[in-house]
């Protein structure tokens, strides 16, 4: 019986469930020694042989278990791809399924600890133990300064290599091979004991410090500067080899004449010597001429690709060019050119000093001519925009606008008289006039004002925008800051509007509004009140008169003013 303080426990049922499910994943990490949820980081490798690696066979480097191997499978049950990625010039696979010669593709599942490993690293199938029979991967990461693989890297078969297994051994000793191993050890054990061989291997070893240092040179260079330079040169020296093995009487003539050769080379030993002391600085000398001669070669054969129809119309060419060269034997002889050179003979020293004396004026051209370049025509050819608000755009560029000036002069110039040239100039108004007040008084004393047909925008170039360029003397013309055309437009003069032809109305509103600006306005009060009551009265023509004497007297008043301000200023 539950008392009412007492907790709730769970059923048995669901004990025994949560039981089995731990058991279960016990089980699983226990013989998987991996979690459900690990995503392992897989990469493969292509091997000439698997031999018999088998799967959670282990990945080691430098001894430690780094992960395990989940596949091995035949390279020809992949994909394409993989065996493009696989294959290599150095290291090629086997194409023929006969052969018996498969590659296998080793699937490797890596742990954290394997990281980083670069892509020159190395695998190895290594035996676990020595009568066990199961192997295990060797990984080497690669040199720091190579990049680090990706997931699903595949490592090609020039960077990957087996283990020499005790039946490959006993399988190489035939009793043929077993049989000249027999005779060798005799034969060697003749030429040491009987011959005085020992004392031959004595002598060498005394005098071999020397060879051994240079030997091992030697093998160092035979490595090569790049990697697999030395597998390049084994596969290219197996082909040659295979090569030379397919005829046996070629083969036996090559080591016939190759037995002359040496017999040669030592019966002038002092001079091979010498020969070899000296072949080291001839090497350091070929070396660059053997890699410029090398880098030669591809641009010689397009050259002689391309030079090669020339060269067979050379011989169609020479027989054309015979008469003509027949010409020019006869153009050359004494009574032609010779002859000519004889008599040109004094003027050319006269020629050499206009040379020598040309010099300074061909420099005063130059000069002219890179003026002309770099200032004057990029200053002709520049266009001179106007300020805001001006209501004309650009005619041209400077040549043309001075063209234009030059047009006017022109004009302006064909009227003259004992006295010279002059120019007539007539004054005119018309409707929507304008009255110009200039602020000056003429030379006669008198109030200047005139009539125009249109307002006064303004003043452009300005009397400050005028100032001329800088001129250097001491300074190259090109080198010098080129005219500055631009300009600002400056405030026009004071000015009204007035017309002649406007209604007596009209030019009372205007006069109205000019008078509430003077100071004194009396006498043009006066002159306003007549010019309406003749208009009311219906005398047109005299209030046409009073409107002219009115803005007469607006003049003068409006002269006064401006030269009254001209004169504080």
């Known amino acids: 019986m539950r008392t009412a303080g007492s907790k709730r426990r769970l059923p048995n049922w669901a004990i025994g469930l949560i039981l089995i499910v731990l058991i279960a994943v016990g089980s699983f990490v226990a013989y998987t020694k991996k979690l459900p949820w690990d995503n392992p980081y897989e990469v493969q490798a292509v091997f000439e042989t698997a031999q018999n690696l088998r799967p959670s066979s282990p990945v080691r480097i430098a001894g430690v278990d780094v992960g395990e191997v989940t596949k091995v499978e035949h390279l020809t049950s992949g994909s394409e ?34 990281f980083p490993i670069h892509e020159d690293a190395q695998l190895q199938l290594r035996p676990r133990l020595f009568l066990e029979g199961n192997l295990f991967v060797d990984l080497k990461p690669g040199s720091p300064n190579a990049e680090e693989i990706t997931e699903g890297h595949t490592f090609p078969v020039q960077q990957t290599a087996t283990s020499v297994q005790i039946d490959q051994v006993l399988t190489t000793l035939q009793s043929d091979v077993r049989a000249n191993l027999q005779t060798f050890l005799d034969q060697f054990g003749n030429a040491l004991i009987k011959y005085g061989g020992a004392e031959g291997f004595q002598e060498v070893f005394r005098s071999g410090t020397g060879a051994y240092k240079y030997t091992s040179i030697v093998n160092e260079a035979l490595q090569g500067k790049q990697t697999h330079d030395l597998s390049g040169l084994i596969g290219n020296l197996d082909r040659v ?18 037995r002359t050769v040496t017999g040669s080379f030592a019966a002038e030993s002092a001079s091979l010597e010498q020969a070899i002391a000296k072949l080291p600085d001839v090497l350091d000398a070929a070396d660059p001429a053997f890699a410029n001669l090398n880098a030669a070669f591809p641009p010689l054969r397009a050259f ?50 206009l040379a020598k004396r040309s010099i300074p004026f061909l420099e005063e051209t130059r000069s002219l001519s890179s003026c002309f370049n770099e200032v004057v025509i990029p200053w002709s050819n520049a266009t001179v925009e106007p300020p805001g608000g001006y209501p004309h755009g650009t005619l041209g560029t400077v040549a043309e606008t001075t063209g234009y000036g030059l047009a006017g002069i022109a004009g ?47 003043a452009l170039p300005r009397i400050e925008d005028s100032a001329k360029t800088p001129f250097k003397p001491g300074v190259a013309c090109e080198t010098q800051e080129q005219p500055d055309l631009s300009a600002v437009q400056g405030d026009p003069p004071d000015q009204m509007a007035a017309s002649a032809s406007a209604t007596p109305e009209a030019q009372a509103a205007a006069l109205s509004d000019a008078l509430d600006s003077l100071p004194d306005a009396g006498a043009l009060e006066d002159l306003q009140g007549r010019i309406e009551s003749l208009t009311k009265a219906g005398k047109t023509d005299k209030a046409q008169d009073a409107s002219e004497e009115l803005f007469a007297e607006l003049g003068r008043q409006l002269g006064r003013a401006a030269g009254s301000e001209g004169g504080g200023s």
């Open 412 to 458: 302006e110039s064909r009227s003259g008289d004992a006295n010279g040239q002059y120019i007539r100039v007539q004054a005119g108004g018309g409707p929507g006039g304008t009255v110009v007040i200039p602020g000056s008084q003429s030379p006669q004393g008198e109030e200047a004002f005139g009539l125009l047909d249109y307002p006064l925008l303004g």
């Open 304 to 353: 002689a690709r391309e030079a090669l129809p020339g060269v067979r119309s050379t011989a169609p060419a020479l027989r054309a060019a015979t008469p003509f060269i027949d010409q020019v034997r006869l153009l050359v002889s004494e009574r032609e050119l010779r002859g000519l050179v004889a008599d040109l003979r004094p003027t050319i020293p006269d020629l050499a000093r």
């Open 241 to 258: 080899v295979a090569a030379l093995g397919q005829n046996e009487l070629a083969l036996q003539n090559l080591v016939t004449n190759f």
């Open 81 to 114: 791809e993989l065996r493009a990625q696989a294959d290599s010039d150095e290291a090629p696979l086997p194409r023929d399924p006969a052969s018996g010669e498969q590659a296998a593709v080793v699937t490797m599942s890596l742990n954290e600890n394997a």
